[in-house]
């Protein structure tokens, strides 16, 4: 059975679903069977039809909010973490990070250091929609600093899954 994810908005965690062509529902509640995280097809209707007549969210047609998640329950990619908002424990998230800690506390440290860099010019200019014009040495640093550390941890996801060879 297929897994999605469905985007509910701003403020709210994703939800995730489990949906095959006769119901819809979500594995990770409870009392899934029982409420509003269980829906069963109609007959004479496809599943994705009777989450749109049953359901507010699901608009006109296609699949609505939902996002079919390529991997299964138990699989992830490496270096890359799962959102799971019902889950406290971040190895959870990302198996992998166990295996690379090093590379994991790498990473904390240089998003540390960006973090602070940040606030120090956040010190001098305020962000706010009026001072967007600003812009100098600093600003220009820390934009280059950040995009060559975003650049190097993607390079690290596409070399652990296999898209790159290693330089």
């Known amino acids: 059975m297929p897994y999605y994810l469905r985007t509910v908005g701003f403020g ?11 119901k819809a529902l979500q594995p990770h509640l ?19 039809e009777t989450l749109a007549d049953l359901t507010p969210w699901m608009g006109a047609g296609g699949m609505g909010p939902f996002q ?10 490496p270096r890359i ?35 602070r860099r ?14 967007l014009d600003v812009y100098g040495h600093e600003i220009r640093n820390l934009l280059i600093l950040a ?6 941890h993607w390079r690290g996801v596409l070399v652990a899954n296999g898209c790159i060879r290693r330089r």
């Open 30 to 48: 409870s009392n899934a069977l029982e409420g509003i995280g269980w829906f069963q097809r109609t007959p004479g209707k496809t599943i994705w």
């Open 81 to 115: 973490a799962r959102p799971l908002s019902m889950v406290s424990n971040a190895s959870l998230c990302s198996p992998s990070a166990a295996l690379e800690s090093q590379v994991v506390a790498m990473g904390q440290v240089q998003a540390t250091t960006l973090m």
């Open 12 to 22: 709210h965690p994703d939800e995730l679903w489990r949906i095959d062509e006769d």
């Open 118 to 131: 940040l606030e120090l010019i956040c010190q001098t200019v305020h962000a706010a929609p009026e001072t």
């Open 68 to 77: 079919r998640i390529e991997l299964g329950a138990r699989h992830y990619y």
């Open 147 to 152: 995009a060559t550390e975003v650049e190097t």
